[in-house]
């Protein structure tokens, strides 16, 4: 296995500090991360897109709960749908999210768990 390390991406890599409108943009995805019921939902979608139907039996939250976290997350661009028959199916709207997504509750689970930090 070639154990070189390698340049990072280059749309993972920028070096201009951010200016207002990408600091507003990132502020705004923070503060649509910052509910539980969105992030579990964000976190599902990340693992495969799904029905309403699906995200109601797996997080527990209501179906009116569930729609109304979805319409925020759709308005947002932060989901895509797509019809399949009759059912609408939720997906995440790109990789940069779910990666977000996932390193905020590696980190979390390192915070509850206690296993040390890391780069």
């Known amino acids: ?26 502020t705004a995805t923070f503060r ?14 990340a693992q495969e897109p799904s029905d309403v139907s699906s995200l109601v039996e797996r997080t527990g939250a209501s179906r009116t709960s569930v729609s109304q976290h ?13 019809k399949e028959s009759r059912r609408v199916v939720y997906s995440i709207s790109d990789g940069h999210l779910t990666r977000l997504v996932m390193e905020g509750l ?10 040390p930090v890391h780069d």
């Not at 590696?106 to 296993?115: F, K, L, W």
């Open 106 to 115: 590696n980190h979390a689970d390192h915070r509850v768990t206690g296993e």
């Open 70 to 82: 979805l319409a925020k997350l759709r308005f947002s661009g932060l989901v895509t749908t797509r």
């Open 1 to 26: 296995m070639d154990s070189v390390q390698r340049p990072a991406a280059p749309s993972l890599h920028h070096d201009a500090a951010p200016d207002s409108r990408r600091l507003d943009t990132a």
């Open 32 to 45: 649509m991360l910052s509910d539980p019921t969105r992030l579990h939902l964000l976190w599902l979608l």
